[in-house]
Each structure stands twice: as structure tokens, then as C-alpha cells.
């Protein structure tokens, strides 16, 4: 019930696309839900994140739409870049307790 | 600029040996946490640290063993008993547990077998 469930594992997409995540959770108590970007040999870095009380969440090009219902939540990339080009974690939290993460998707943005 | 120090980049193990990581911090945060990466499963929790002189086990604390003597230092051992230390590990630290802000992170350590 931990678990949070991230596809797919590898997405390629070409420039000016748009580029969607998947994430999926078990627990109903998870109330922060946030993305992680990563770049090689480097650290993850907030990108953005949502807590259950909305739908939908916007910054720039990056968009997170939750679904409590479904327990489900994705993170759309528009106008992709290839600057886009990363690894991307979802992961989710209860109240102050420990993030649990999604496995990644590895995003490949072609001009 | 703060932020979070992880040292050094890349680190080698013998068999046998037990191996430091060092995670700084001048963020004065007051929780930290270490994680462990590998390819296709994601962060995996170490061990997390919300005050000094306390810490808890995380999902795989089996091999390692932390300290946190000072709130801005929380380094990571791996022990001789990790059987298959190979990864990057990953420091990260949060203000406090309660404002449940997002968790900033180093840029990791790589560690790998001899």
C-alpha cells in the first residue's frame, strides 16, 4: 500500500510534443505529491508538486493533473525541448511522514 | 549560495572495507535523509535524521550506519555487511518534517566495488 506505481519506464518524444507521466498509488492518506527532475550525475530537483485538494496544477510548461478518485496523477510536459531530457520521479508523502518515490521515467526529447 | 555538499563524487570499496560518505548541509535544515539509487527502481530511504543526536531506519538500513552530531553534517557508512554497496547514493535535507516542504538534494556520491 506503500507503493507508487510510475509509466513508463522510457518515453521519446519529439521536439514541440507533449510529454506525459503516469503515477498511480495505493494509499488514500498521501496528501503531497511532487516531481522530481534529474539530470545525469546529478541530484533530483523539485520541478513541481500538488497537494489533493486540486485537479490541476500549472508552472509554465509543466502541468500536474490529479485524479483523487482514481488515485492517479501525471505530469504533462508541453512544447517539449530537448533541454526536457531527463529522469523524472513522482513520488507522494502522508502529512510530515517520508516521500516515497516512484521508479523513473527516462525522457528523450529529439529535435 | 546554500545548499548541500555530498563528498566526494566518486568512491571506491575493497572487499572488507567500510566506506564514509560525507552530506553537509547550510540549509539549517533540520531533518536529512540518505538515499540509495539504482537503475529501474527508483530512491530507496536509508536513513533519516529529523534532530541531531536521532535518527531512524529507513526501508533498507541493513549495511549502513549514519551519525548526526551536528544539525548540517550526516554521514553515511557502508558497511563490510552491505553485500552489494554498488550505487549512488543520494543526501537530502527539508526544513522540518512538519511544514512538509519538498526535500532538496546533493549531487551524490557514486560508489562502486574494487
Known amino acids: 500500500q506503500q507503493q507508487v506505481k510510475q509509466s513508463p519506464q522510457s518515453l521519446i518524444v519529439q521536439k514541440g510534443g507533449i510529454s506525459i507521466i503516469n503515477c498511480a498509488y495505493e494509499?488514500?492518506?498521501?496528501?503531497?505529491f511532487p516531481w522530481y527532475q534529474q539530470f545525469p550525475g546529478k541530484g533530483p530537483a523539485l520541478l513541481i508538486a500538488?497537494?489533493?485538494?486540486?485537479s490541476e496544477k500549472k508552472e509554465g510548461r509543466f502541468t500536474i493533473s490529479f485524479n483523487k478518485s482514481a488515485k492517479q496523477f501525471s505530469l504533462h510536459i508541453m512544447d517539449s525541448q530537448p533541454g526536457d531530457s531527463a529522469t523524472y520521479f513522482c513520488?507522494?508523502?502522508?502529512?510530515?511522514?517520508?516521500?516515497?518515490f516512484g521508479t523513473g521515467t527516462r525522457l528523450q526529447v529529439f529535435p | 549560495d546554500g545548499g548541500i555538499t555530498q563528498s566526494p563524487k566518486y568512491l571506491f570499496r575493497k572487499e572488507g572495507q567500510n566506506v564514509t560518505l560525507s552530506c553537509e548541509q547550510n540549509?539549517?535544515?533540520?531533518?536529512m535523509y540518505w538515499y540509495r539509487q539504482d537503475p529501474g527502481q527508483g530512491l530507496r530511504l536509508i536513513y533519516y535524521?529529523?534532530?541531531?543526536?536521532?535518527?531512524q531506519k529507513g526501508d533498507i538500513a541493513e549495511g549502513y550506519s549514519v551519525s548526526r552530531e551536528k544539525k548540517e553534517s550526516f554521514p553515511l557508512t557502508v558497511t563490510s555487511a552491505q553485500k552489494n554497496p554498488t550505487a549512488f547514493y543520494l543526501c537530502?535535507?527539508?526544513?522540518?518534517?512538519?511544514?512538509?516542504?519538498?526535500?532538496?538534494f546533493g549531487d551524490g556520491t557514486r560508489l562502486s566495488i574494487l
Open positions: 535524521s529529523q534532530i541531531v543526536n536521532d535518527f
Open positions: 513520488a507522494a508523502s502522508k502529512e510530515a511522514d517520508k516521500l516515497i
Open positions: 500538488i497537494r489533493p485538494d486540486v
Open positions: 537530502a535535507s527539508v526544513r522540518d518534517r512538519a511544514s512538509n516542504q519538498p526535500q532538496h
Open positions: 494509499n488514500t492518506a498521501f496528501d503531497y
Open positions: 540549509l539549517n535544515h533540520d531533518a
